[in-house]
């Protein structure tokens, strides 16, 4: 099973941008169906986006689509979230997450090991 450990968050003003790192270890992630999700408090864990084996097909949440981009860099085993024009609405937990099946991308459900997640905060 593959390990996934998140970094990257922090404090950031509306209109920031950062990137978020998801370091693998155990396995190649080049192997896996990749994820990352979200969540706020008081509520339960969002899809934000996803990215296919071989870095086929990118898949996006409606809520951030055109603001952030999911990419992969299998010589450091690292996926990566970069965000861009960060809403006050973008605060959460970010959690990256693998999957060794494509049948649920959009689900929690559907990934096989997970991060301990990272915080992000946007303030207005």
């Known amino acids: 099973q593959v390990t996934l450990v998140e970094s990257g968050g922090g404090l950031v003003q509306a209109g920031d941008s950062l990137r978020l790192s998801c370091a693998a270890s155990g396995r190649t992630l080049s192997s896996y169906f990749m994820g990352w999700f979200r969540q706020a408090p008081g509520r339960e864990r969002a899809f934000v986006a996803a990215?296919?084996?071989?870095?086929?097909?990118?898949t996006y949440a409606d809520s951030v689509k055109g603001r952030f981009t999911i990419s992969r860099d299998n010589a450091k085993n690292t996926l990566y979230l970069q965000m861009n024009s960060l809403k006050p609405e973008d605060t959460a937990v970010y959690y990256c997450?693998?999957?060794?099946?494509?049948?649920?991308?959009?689900?929690?459900?559907?990934?096989?090991?997970w991060g301990q997640g990272t915080q992000v905060t946007v303030s207005s």
């Open positions: 990215l296919s084996r071989g870095d086929i097909t990118t």
């Open positions: 997450a693998a999957s060794q099946s494509d049948s649920w991308p959009r689900k929690t459900y559907g990934y096989d090991s």
